[in-house]
Nanobody, 123 residues
Framework: VQLQASGGGLVQAGGSLRLSCVAS????????MGWFRQAPGKNRQFVSG????????YYPGSVKGRFTVSRDNTKNVLYLQMNSLKPEDTAVYYC?????????????????WGQGTQLTVSS
């Protein structure tokens, strides 16, 4: 599975943005997926997980209630809707796939990811 994230940019604090991730191949709907982010000088941080059907999702406390992950299995696209953005959300965001987890809940559950997209939130 090859993944390509897009939709990042510069946004003011309190604003919204939606990231997209297009997956190639025929196995998109067979795998759970999610997003993680990495800010300069920091470790990767789990952002969201979604199961194969899209019926179950998981978020850490830092983004819960502000971020929403969804997927369109007919188009092989994963989304991340981000609202009420904060400067601390600034990072490179990566979409990722899990081949062995029903619902990813940590970065360690992902086995493959694509190039990221930069989000910068100004104060």
């Amino acid at each position: 599975v090859q993944l390509q994230a897009s939709g990042g940019g510069l946004v003011q604090a309190g604003g919204s943005l939606r990231l997209s991730c297009v997956a190639s191949g025929d196995s998109f709907s067979s795998n759970s997926m999610g997003w993680f982010r990495q800010a300069p000088g920091k470790n990767r941080q789990f952002v969201s997980g979604i199961n194969r059907s899209g019926g179950s999702t998981y978020y850490p406390g830092s983004v819960k209630g502000r971020f929403t992950v969804s997927r369109d299995n007919t188009k092989n696209v994963l989304y991340l809707q981000m609202n009420s953005l904060k400067p601390e959300d600034t990072a490179v965001y990566y979409c990722a796939v899990s081949f062995n987890t029903v619902l990813p809940v940590s970065v360690g559950d992902f086995q493959s990811w694509g190039q990221g997209t930069q989000l910068t939130v100004s104060s």
